[in-house]
């Protein structure tokens, strides 16, 4: 999938890694190889709100959250980056989530 998608400095990728208990999302520039922003569901910010980590609500969190610190880093476009996962569920929540925040992809 990587092989298809690539981040770039206007649009970087938005990374999803979901585990069985948490899930995290990253933007990442490719091309300078470096991590733009990230969130996850063991975020201070987010640990005490969440009524459990490993649902769709969470996830949905840790997609506005990680918004919300891509506007504060001047990223507005984005390219989503599943990592494999089926586009369902907490991977789905994350995306939307992000869009809700304002991430235009």
């Known amino acids: 999938m990587r092989d298809r998608v690539h981040g770039t400095v ?3 990728r938005l ?7 948490h899930i995290y ?4 520039d490719d091309d300078a ?3 733009l922003a990230a969130a996850g569901t063991l975020d201070a910010e987010l640990r005490g709100a969440l ?3 490993g649902n769709v609500a969470a996830a949905e969190a ?6 919300q ?5 001047g990223v507005s476009k984005v390219v989503f980056d599943r990592s494999g996962y ?3 569920g907490r991977v789905k929540a994350v995306a939307e989530g992000a869009r809700a925040a304002g991430l235009e992809f």
């Open 15 to 21: 990374a999803v890694f979901r585990s069985l208990k």
């Open 86 to 88: 089926r586009y369902h």
């Open 62 to 67: 840790v997609g506005r959250l990680l918004a």
């Open 51 to 53: 009524n459990g980590t």
């Open 25 to 28: 999302a990253q933007l990442v």
């Open 10 to 12: 206007e649009r970087p």
């Open 69 to 73: 610190r891509a506007t504060a880093a």
């Open 33 to 35: 190889r470096r991590t």
